[in-house]
């Protein structure tokens, strides 16, 4: 049962979040908020021990909300309050931000595999069949079991069979270490480069988590462990040039080569090379 509250904005409490508030983003919801008031209230449920009385209210969801009243000094805030416990709040704090366009590919993957996660953990493991452990429906926030896991969230959340899967295999492969190290760079929505990351082995993860504290561009951190390219033989590769213009060029220019090189064509008379450079030698005079 849910029901509408206008609380204290210092009375609510705010736990470890799913999805951290970006301030940026708080700072221009904050703004909207200061110009046409809060649209969608905040999601909490009640917690009368939370930090020893001193917060009543525990946020489920709406933080970038919660952190732009605060910007503009709310000392009240609606809310909409629900009866749930610590792992059906995560539930909805999941739902809510699995519905919402901006999410990264990276929060897309991390709700995913957390919302699975919670759900097997409060009514067991689901396969194809149904719930093997389970038939409690003590859940009717979130959904009833009886179907794939899977299919309640490509069902609930409108995801296609593919999307599902990419998200799956970053949320469920991704170094923990790795997720956080690629948090607010270009790499974060980048799926084709989050799924590359999440096929590696998990010490190479870590490590390339750990090239990140130095170098903040994933795609050079990759590319540092490719082999270095033989060094080249710059004399060789000058030679080969040489021989190729040589080849390609006519009897004038091979004539006025020689000469700027400083070798007499005179000096290589009566060879093969000599007869052509007389021949040039004499167009050349001609002209």
């Known amino acids: 049962m849910a029901s509408f509250k206008t609380i204290p904005v210092s009375s609510i409490f705010v736990g470890e979040r799913a999805r951290p ?9 904050a703004a909207s908020m200061a110009d046409r008031g809060l649209i969608n ?9 939370a930090n020893g009385g001193t917060t009543p209210w525990t946020l489920i969801a709406g933080g970038h909300r919660l952190f732009g009243a605060k910007l503009n000094k709310w000392e009240e805030i609606d809310v909409i309050v629900v ?3 610590a792992e059906e709040a995560q539930l909805i704090e999941i739902s809510e931000n699995l519905y919402r366009n901006d999410l990264t590919a990276l929060d897309r993957g991390i709700f995913v595999a957390k919302f699975r996660e919670l759900y097997e953990e409060k009514f067991g493991k689901i396969g194809r069949g149904g719930d093997r452990k389970s038939n ?3 859940c009717g926030l979130i959904f009833t079991p009886g179907r794939e896991i899977s299919d309640r969230i490509k069902d609930r959340f409108g995801f296609g069979q593919r999307t599902y899967e990419y998200a799956s295999r970053i949320g469920l492969k991704l170094h923990p270490a790795l997720r956080n190290a690629v948090r607010g760079t270009d790499a974060e929505n980048d799926q084709k480069l989050l799924l590359k990351l999440a096929g590696l082995p998990e010490a190479k993860q870590a490590g390339i988590a750990a090239g990140l504290k130095i170098e903040p561009d994933v795609r050079k951190v ?11 033989d710059l004399q060789a590769a000058l030679l080969k040039k040489l021989t190729a213009a040589w080849d390609e060029a006519d009897e004038q220019t091979r004539y006025e080569f020689l000469v700027h090189a400083g070798i007499d ?7 093969a090379l000599g007869d052509m450079m007389d021949e040039a030698r004499r167009e050349a005079v001609a002209a």
């Open 136 to 138: 409690r429906n003590d």
């Open 41 to 49: 209230p905040l999601t909490v449920r009640s917690t009368p021990a």
């Open 83 to 85: 009866s749930a416990d």
């Open 265 to 271: 064509p005179l000096d290589i008379s009566g060879t």
């Open 21 to 29: 508030v970006d301030e940026e983003v708080a700072t221009a919801i």
């Open 222 to 232: 990759l590319g540092a462990d490719k082999p270095a390219a033989p060094p080249i």
